[in-house]
């Protein structure tokens, strides 16, 4: 994953900053919110599947959670196929927070 510049780490900082003053309305805000967010990772195959055994889960249940089909994780899972935006800001989630924030 890259790592967020200290450059806009620091703008971002003084965005926040000034927001708290009121020099910058809320909409600006999130707009330099958005900017900072981290890219999500891709997640190799070894990743989708060890991701799924961290939580004990089934890869029909992972399809569950994550709102798509059985085939569609057994194929990430071999390499057939990639997980999209959606679904890799999905995995990402679940990597982050949690099976607990899914369900």
């Known amino acids: ?46 990743a989708i599947r060890s991701l799924r055994e961290r939580y004990h889960i089934s890869q029909a249940v992972m399809a569950s959670v994550l709102n798509t089909s059985l085939s569609t994780v057994q ?10 935006g959606p679904s890799q800001k999905l995995l990402n989630i679940l990597d982050r927070k949690g099976l607990e924030v899914m369900v």
């Open 75 to 84: 194929k990430w899972e071999v390499g057939e196929k990639h997980p999209g």
């Open 1 to 46: 994953m890259k790592k967020k510049s200290r450059i806009l780490a620091m703008v971002h900082e003084t965005a926040s900053d000034l927001h708290k003053l009121g020099v910058i309305d809320k909409k600006k805000m999130a707009q330099y919110d958005a900017l900072c967010i981290p890219p999500v990772p891709d997640y190799t195959p070894d």
